[in-house]
Nanobody
Framework: QVQLQESGPGLVKPSQTLTLTCSVT??????????WAWIRQPPGKGLEWIGY???????YHSPSLESRTSLSRDTAKNQFTLQLNAAVPEDTAIYYC?????????WGQGTQVTVSS
């Protein structure tokens, strides 16, 4: 059974870069044909898709965040990473990593990130 775990700073200052890592166990991030996603939920709002990285390394970004996001992976560590540049208070949210097959079938527990000075 695949398990995902987010890690990263809980507090980021405005204009800084937010970096989150998702560690995956029980399954390889290079296994056909999964997508590995980042999703966030701002306080009082719904889920927002940020982007995903495919099993073959191709990345897809939300158009609204594409200019500030970078997705990467470390296959040796079986991890994938989100970088969000130029953080603003509106980036405050619970950030989740998840696996997408035909549906999102595995989720991390989520990590709270607050952007504040």
């Amino acid at each position: 059974q695949v398990q995902l775990q987010e890690s990263g700073p809980g507090l980021v200052k405005p204009s800084q870069t937010l970096t989150l890592t998702c560690s995956v166990t029980g399954g390889s991030i290079t296994a056909n044909y999964y997508y590995w996603a980042w999703i966030r939920q701002p306080p009082g709002k719904g889920l927002e898709w940020i982007g995903y990285i495919r099993y073959n390394g191709l990345t897809y970004h939300s158009p609204s965040l594409e200019s500030r996001t970078s997705l990467s992976r470390d296959t040796a560590k079986n991890q994938f990473t989100l970088q969000l540049n130029a953080a603003v208070p509106e980036d405050t949210a619970i950030y989740y990593c998840a696996r997408l097959d035909r549906a999102y079938d595995s989720w991390g527990q989520g990590t709270q990130v607050t952007v504040s000075s």
